[in-house]
């Protein structure tokens, strides 16, 4: 099981995570949308394609930006569609 925490709280939980880069990519599903706030900010990757974000809110704190997803990536990235993967101090425990 893989989860993903942040400011105390589990924001994220599977045991169907697909690692890409270094990053767990978590089912859409098997994230708590109670912490996420959608974000207007997107990046481009060269071979996953264009990149939206969410940002945190867990127990009166923000993370902005700390969760990232492609709803629409390329061919070559199409196994983490409608999955999300976090960054900037979000915890991983495998």
Not at 32 to 61: E, H, M
Request: overall charge negative; glycine content about 6%; some cysteine.
């Amino acid at each position: 099981m893989v989860k993903a925490i942040w400011n105390g709280e589990v924001i994220a939980e599977s045991d169907d995570t697909i690692l890409v880069e270094g990053n767990h990519y978590f089912p859409r599903g098997a994230v708590d949308d109670r912490y996420l706030t959608d974000s207007d900010i997107y990046s481009i990757c060269p071979w996953k394609g264009q990149a939206s974000y969410f940002s945190l809110q867990v127990n009166g704190r923000r993370n902005a930006d700390a969760a990232w997803y492609y709803p629409d990536p390329k061919k070559r990235a199409l196994s983490i569609k409608d999955r999300v993967a976090f960054w900037r101090g979000v915890i991983i425990e495998e």
